[in-house]
C-alpha cells in the first residue's frame, strides 16, 4: 500500500475524534485507502490505560466487520518539569508521537478532529493573551509540518454536528474527566464563560470562527509586506538600521517582528520589540539580549549573534587538517560550524590547493590580500576597513602549502585567486550559530497547527 492511499487520524477516543475516526473510515471502504488510528497516551490520567483499552477494542471490532483500519498507540515517557505548563507538555509530546507513528504506519496526511468551537474558543483565549494577528488566526485547516500534511476537516463544522453523528451512529467513546479541571484556562473557558457568551450572543461560536478566519488573512498579508520590506532593509542576514527607520511606524513594527522571527525561530517578545522601535539608532553601537544569543548593532547594521558556549571538558579537538576534494559542506565541530565549498568559474581559490589544507586560529602577524593589485595588511587592519565586527571574525585561517588562503569575514586571500578555466571554488564560513541552529530555530517556530 502507498503511502498516498493510507491516511492517519489522531483518535483520542473522546467524542470529536471517534465520531472523525468512524467518520473516515465509512469513507474509506470500497475506495483502497487505508486507515491508522493513532493513539497517544499521555501517562498523566488514571483512566488512560482504560482509554487505550477501549480504543483498541472500538478499532478491532470494526476491523473485524471489515473496516479498513488498523490501530497503533505510544506512550508518552517523562513527566512534566517543575514550572512547565501541563497543557503545552503534553501538547508538544503529543505531536512528537504522532508524528513518528504516521511516518511508521507509511500515512502522508493525518486528521485532526477540531470543530468550529474549537477554533472560536481559541480565538478567545489568545485574544485574552493579548495575541496579535498570529495568535488570533487560531487554527489552520492545513498546513505541512515535518513531511506530513496536517488537515482539521470540521473546522468549519459546528460541535452540534459532532454530536449529532455521534448520536445517529451509536458511537462509543471517552469521557474525560481532566475536562472538568479549571485550573487549565480551555476548561475555565468551557465551563464558566462559554455559556454565558452563547446565551447573550448566539452566534458567537460562528461569529469568533469567522474572526479567526480574517486573522489568518490579514496575518497572511502582513507577512507578504514584511517580506517586501526586507528585500530592501534585510537582503542578507543582517539588518539595514537606516533604511528599516525610513519605513512607517508601522510597517517598521511588522518588519521588525518577521526579521527577528526568521533569526529567533519563534515570534520576539512584545517587550523586545518595543525597546528596539525606541532604541535602535543608525550610528549607536548597543546590544540586546535576545533568544538564545543577543542583538547587536554595528556600523549601522543590526546582527542576530548566537550565544557561544564555552567548550566543555571532552568536547571536540579543533581540527588542525582538512581534505577538501569537492564541493559541499565540511562539518568542523571543533571550531564551532562547518565550511561551506561552492563551484564557481572565475574569482575562485584552484580546487587542488585543498587537498592538503591545514586549519590554524589567528596569531596576530598574518598579512593578508584584499585584492589584486592591492598591498597586503594585517588582519586587523583588513577588519576594520572592511567593517567586519569581532563576533564575526571567528572561525578557522586555511592555509594551503603554507600560504593564507581564507579568513573567515574576509573572504579569499587574492594571491591564491585560480585562472578561468580550471576547477575553482569559493569558501564561506558558517558558525554553527548560523547553520544547525538556525535549523532549530525554524523547527521550534513552526507551532501554529499543533494539535
Known amino acids: 500500500m502507498s503511502a498516498a492511499a493510507r491516511v492517519a487520524v489522531a483518535y483520542s477516543g473522546g467524542r470529536d475524534s471517534t465520531a472523525l475516526l468512524h467518520a473516515t473510515v465509512e469513507a474509506a471502504r470500497g475506495a483502497g485507502v487505508q486507515v491508522v488510528a493513532l493513539h497517544v497516551h499521555h501517562g498523566l490520567n488514571p483512566q488512560a490505560d482504560a482509554w487505550l483499552a477501549l480504543c483498541r477494542e472500538v478499532c478491532a471490532r470494526w476491523a473485524a466487520g471489515g473496516a479498513p483500519l488498523s490501530f497503533v498507540a505510544e506512550r508518552l515517557a517523562g513527566r512534566p518539569g517543575p514550572g512547565d505548563s501541563l497543557e503545552a507538555w503534553a501538547r508538544d509530546g ?14 502522508s496526511v493525518v486528521l485532526l478532529a477540531h470543530h468550529r468551537r474549537d477554533q472560536a474558543e481559541t480565538w478567545l483565549l489568545q485574544a485574552l493573551r493579548g495575541a496579535g494577528t498570529a495568535g488570533l488566526s487560531a487554527m489552520p485547516r492545513e498546513i505541512r509540518r515535518d513531511g506530513l500534511l496536517w488537515i482539521r476537516p470540521w473546522l468549519d463544522r459546528p460541535r452540534s454536528a459532532l454530536e449529532a453523528y455521534g448520536v445517529a451512529h451509536g458511537l462509543v467513546y471517552v469521557d474525560d474527566d481532566s475536562n472538568d479541571d479549571e485550573r487549565l484556562a480551555r476548561n475555565r473557558l468551557r465551563r464558566r464563560v462559554w455559556p454565558a457568551l452563547e446565551a447573550a450572543f448566539p452566534q458567537a461560536e460562528a461569529c469568533l470562527a469567522d474572526a479567526a478566519a480574517w486573522a489568518a488573512q490579514a496575518d ?39 526579521w527577528l522571527r526568521a533569526r529567533l525561530g519563534q515570534p520576539a517578545p512584545a517587550s523586545l520589540v518595543q525597546r528596539l522601535l525606541v532604541q535602535l539608532e543608525a550610528g549607536r553601537a548597543r546590544r540586546w539580549p535576545a533568544g538564545a544569543g543577543e542583538l547587536r548593532s554595528h556600523r549601522g547594521r543590526l546582527h542576530w ?12 579537538e579543533r581540527e588542525s587538517r582538512l581534505c577538501i576534494t569537492r564541493a559541499g559542506a565540511y562539518r568542523l565541530p571543533g571550531w564551532g560550524g562547518r565550511l561551506q565549498v561552492t563551484r564557481v568559474a572565475f574569482g575562485g581559490v584552484p580546487l587542488a590547493w585543498l587537498a592538503h589544507a591545514e586549519l590554524r586560529p589567528r596569531q596576530g602577524a598574518e598579512q593578508f590580500q584584499a585584492g589584486l593589485g592591492r598591498p597586503p595588511r594585517s588582519l586587523k587592519k583588513q577588519f576594520q576597513a572592511a567593517g567586519v565586527a569581532a563576533w564575526q ?59
Request: charged share 25%; glycine share 12%.
Open 94 to 107: 503529543r505531536y512528537r508521537a504522532l508524528t513518528r507513528m504516521a511516518h511508521a504506519a507509511g500515512a
Open 220 to 258: 497572511a498579508a502582513l507577512d507578504e509586506l514584511a517580506a517586501l520590506d526586507l528585500e530592501h532593509i534585510a537582503p542578507g542576514t543582517e539588518l539595514d538600521v537606516a533604511a528599516w527607520r525610513g519605513l512607517s511606524d508601522a510597517r517598521r513594527s511588522n518588519a521588525m517582528r518577521a
Open 393 to 451: 571574525r571567528d572561525g578557522p585561517l586555511l592555509y594551503s602549502g603554507g600560504q593564507l588562503v581564507f579568513v573567515p569575514g574576509l573572504g579569499l586571500d587574492a594571491r591564491i585567486v585560480g585562472l578561468p578555466g580550471q576547477p575553482l571554488v569559493t569558501l564561506e564560513w558558517l558558525p554553527i550559530g548560523d547553520t544547525e541552529a538556525a535549523g532549530a530555530r525554524a523547527r521550534r517556530g513552526r507551532r501554529r497547527g499543533e494539535s
Open 305 to 316: 549573534v548566537p550565544r557561544r558556549e564555552p567548550p566543555r571538558a571532552g568536547a571536540a
